[in-house]
């Protein structure tokens, strides 16, 4: 999937409030195709890290279970105003997408 | 000594099931997610995803806030969010106990990050979406229910 | 076989002052309009009209929540995109729908549908699309068909996000087919016999099985949305489906009777502030 990851990333007080909307179909490979009737096999986002300027601040496990197009948010503590945020993924096949932001 | 019995017993060690099979040549360095929990995720059940996950007798903790709908719009898109106000918190789980393979993600945290996780999940049908925190070495619980009704007037 | 379609107009709304049915005198829309806010709201009296535009989720904060989390950042942003794309991209003769819109296409979608008095029917804003595709040499889009008019719909109309719904209804002609709208609206169809208004004016803020129905004012704002986050919908392709929920044949979307129905349901509408492409279960 090479449709670009959307960060929002703001500092409210002290905490970075980071937002990303991932795009990604997270086949759970149960769906049936409805042209076809075949099963649609699994593809998902399995793995997501997050850095704020280099230092990892959070490492995901995600399953099938997670919604198609994945939105992750999480708080940091300690980022500045300017600080870059890169969020990396990675998919049952191998596939991989990455985006970065500054901290507004 | 055999160096594939060698690579086996040391893998099995205290390593994850994933990385014995790499050792004993079983699956290939390159179709191996570093760090995806395999066993956990495809874990049918709630018992066997949370010992997969290294969980056991996990407390029943007030100090961890699951906000989710009474009522699912849709199944598809749950909107989750889970706050842990224990201090030290490490990482958060989400579970939704029916569903044919129950855990939905872990999320580890480092840094100055917050016991804090929103996202988005798929449920199967009503049941508990279970939080599984760890903090300071030690495992905490909390669950809220949620109905996911069929519905649909929508065209 | 020719199916014969049994229409009975409906009647005996307690307290509902509207005029229906062609020989009776004509109200103005701002009138029938104020007579349906009166009754939504003496049955609701604690739902808020600006609430409205929210449909169901006006009647249920558990919903509404969802919604809000939902559009805080919505999974569908890039089926969007795809329509800004689609938006973007000039005519092979190098014009651009901006060129064919008043005001570029921004803050234009509540003036539609309008009675057009050179063509002697109500058009669209996706009508005017699609004269402004064929005039440029392009071929017209399938108003039903989601992958080409409905994604340019589900952005072009994020560019009258904010405007208040403003549907004019000026003259006999134009005035005739608000009339003939508002019989659709409120005549039984299909096998079911429901009138739109059995559900969205006499059962409005009640539940069909697990369904909360909407209240007619407000619906017409909130379109195309995204059913599940994923599932485009526009305003006539659910007319559509709601005809074939009653078990009706619904008659073809872009058409005389749908167009009309669109002219009357979005005047019910007026003053209210438009949002395209939003969530819905």
Redesign the interface.
Known sequence: MAEPMRIRATMAGDVADVKVLMNHPMETGQRKDAKTGQLVPALFIQEVTATINGATVLSANLGSGISKNPYLGFKVKGPKVGDKVVVNWVDSKGDKNTAEAAIS | MNALRRNVLKGAAGAGTVAVAVAAGLLKPTQVMADWNAAAFDAKNVGDAMKSLGVSAPVDSKDIVIKAPDIAENGAVVPVEVTSNIAGTTSIAIIAEKNGTPLVGNFTLSGGTQGFISTRIKMGQTSLVRAVVMAGGKTYTAAKEVKVTIGGCGG | MKQQIIMKLLTGMAGLGMALGAATAYASPEQDKQELIKYYTSKYPNVKIEDYVYGALAFDA??K???D??M??P????DVEKGRKMWETPFKNGKTYADCLPSGGKQIAGNYPLFDEAKGKVVTLQDVINDCRTANGEEAFKVGDMKTMGTLTAYMRTLSNGMLMNVKVEGPKATAAYEDGKKSFFTRKGQLNFACASCHVQNAGNR????L?SPAVGQAVHWPVF????NL?TLQ??Y???Y??VRAVPPAQGGTAMNNLEYFHSAMSNGLPMKASVF??
């Open positions: 558990d919903s929540a969802q919604y989390a939902i805080e950042f999974p569908f942003e890039a069909l099985r697990s369904e129905i059913r599940g986050g994923d919908v392709q659910r559509d489906g709601c074939k929920q819905r279960k």
